[in-house]
């Protein structure tokens, strides 16, 4: 089945403060009975939050199944997509699990794309934004620019991806270097 990475974010100690924050549901049901088996605070809900990187199938298909079983509150930076109670703008911060988090804007993949940076570990959930980029000469907007070059400026220890595994060495020279190329692209107003 052709699903995202599902991210479940939950405090160190799972304490009663600490709020136990899902990035992006995925279409894959299974992620309904893996849930329940994970270690989230005694006498809290699973999922107290979700947050969507961006309105693809592939990333909100489980959404109402989601909120049917865990009630949870919903935010998106896409003020389009049913179930949102929460609509998130660039540069918000909000807390998962026991840390902060920022928001990032970064119309690319698609035109709600957001990424989620942790500064405290150095975390940096990319959703399908391309982050990594290996070769110059596509076409970027200045919006994705000028929002690849906040991100360059924070200390990224390792990037989440919404496909695949994730990056833990490399992260910030990787992403100097994605910068340069897209400063070699073309660049659209």
């Known amino acids: 089945m052709y699903t995202s990475n599902v991210y479940l974010v939950t405090g160190t100690n799972n304490t009663i403060s600490d709020v136990n924050t899902l990035i992006d549901v995925g279409r894959d049901p299974k992620i309904l009975v893996l849930l329940p088996n994970e270690s989230t605070g005694v006498g809290k809900r699973a ?11 592939d990333h909100t298909s489980m959404l109402t199944a989601i909120v049917e079983r865990y009630h949870p509150r919903v935010c ?5 997509l049913a179930g949102v109670d929460n609509i998130l703008r660039d540069e918000d911060e909000f807390i ?10 970064i119309p690319g993949h698609s035109s709600d794309s ?13 959703g399908d934004t391309p982050v990594i980029i290996r070769f110059a000469g596509d076409t970027y907007s200045m919006a994705f620019l000028q929002a690849l070059e906040r991100i360059c400026r924070k200390n990224v220890r390792t990037i989440y991806f919404g496909h695949g595994s994730p990056k833990t060495e490399g992260c ?18």
Request: proline share 4%; with cysteine.
């Open 47 to 57: 999922v107290e939050q979700v947050i969507i990187t961006h309105n693809h199938y």
């Open 76 to 80: 998106a930076f896409s003020p389009n």
């Open 96 to 105: 998962a699990g026991d840390r902060m988090f920022e928001v990032i804007h």
């Open 114 to 126: 957001i990424c989620l940076f942790c500064k405290e570990d150095g975390a940096l959930f990319a």
């Open 172 to 189: 910030n020279q990787a992403l100097a270097e994605s910068l340069l190329r897209v400063r070699e692209s073309t660049i659209t107003p």
